[in-house]
């Protein structure tokens, strides 16, 4: 069945880039019924949807991420990745990527990768 | 603070029936679906309910969603202590132009 698995970075300095890749497995990324989406989740707090993709390349922001984010997709590797730039320490949190229904749920997700924000 | 209303907790006993609620606006609930996630300690959200009520295949009809005007409501029949989670309700705010969750129910099966 479908999985996706998040990669990329466990520390990540103040001010640099945080760059993390979701891999989908069991399935393609191309299909036409879904978009690919980025969610966060603090330490001890809620989620927060931060982006979403469509195979074709449309991406669609959280507003208050806006200015920070770029998602891409790379349909041949069958996967893809997030860029939130200037990254302060309350940027720390579980970050999770997730295969969307064209209704907004997130119906299938990855196990989540921890980043840090530290110095 | 979150444009999703929820509980922060709600409690029930095994085997009873409990349901946990998400208050929002006409920009959100009011005009868009709602799906809900459960969160088990430690592990990703799990989706529940999409579209209002409906359930994806797997989850157990213990599960149900029902909508009415600006608020959503999830139910769970015959409490386990395995539904001892973290409840999520979500949609998307057309004023917002973003998808939003709600700030999450810890529900505690007694």
């Known amino acids: 069945q479908l999985q996706l698995q998040e990669s990329g970075p466990g520390l990540v300095k103040p001010s640099e880039t945080l760059s993390l890749t979701c891999t989908v497995s069991?399935?393609?990324?191309?299909?036409?019924?879904?978009?690919w989406g980025w969610i966060r989740q603090p330490p001890g707090k809620g989620l927060e949807w931060i982006g979403s993709?469509?195979?074709?390349?449309?991406?669609y922001y959280n507003p208050s991420l806006k200015s920070r984010v770029t998602i891409s997709v790379d349909t041949s590797k069958n996967q893809f990745s997030l860029k939130l730039s200037s990254v302060t320490a309350a940027d720390t949190a579980v970050y999770y990527c997730?295969?969307?229904?064209?209704?907004?749920?997130?119906?299938?997700w990855g196990q989540g990768t921890m980043v840090t924000v530290s110095s | 603070q979150s444009v999703l209303t929820q509980p922060p907790s709600v409690s029930a006993a095994p085997g009873q029936k409990v349901t946990i609620s998400c208050s929002g606006s006409?920009?959100?609930?009011?005009?868009?679906?709602v799906s809900w996630y459960q969160q088990l300690p430690g592990t990703a959200p799990k989706l529940l309910i999409y579209?209002?009520?409906k359930r994806p295949s797997g989850i157990p009809d213990r599960f149900s969603g029902s909508k009415s005007g600006t608020s959503a409501t999830l139910g769970i029949t015959g409490l386990q202590t395995g539904d001892e989670a973290d409840y999520y309700c979500?949609?998307?705010?057309?004023?917002?132009?973003?998808?939003?969750f709600g700030g999450g129910t810890k529900l505690t099966v007694l």
């Open positions: 979500g949609t998307w705010d057309s004023s917002l132009s973003a998808k939003v």
């Open positions: 997730a295969r969307q229904q064209l209704g907004h749920a997130f119906d299938i």
């Open positions: 006409s920009s959100n609930i009011g005009n868009n679906y």
């Open positions: 579209d209002n009520n």
């Open positions: 069991g399935g393609s990324i191309s299909s036409s019924s879904y978009y």
């Open positions: 993709i469509y195979y074709s390349g449309s991406t």
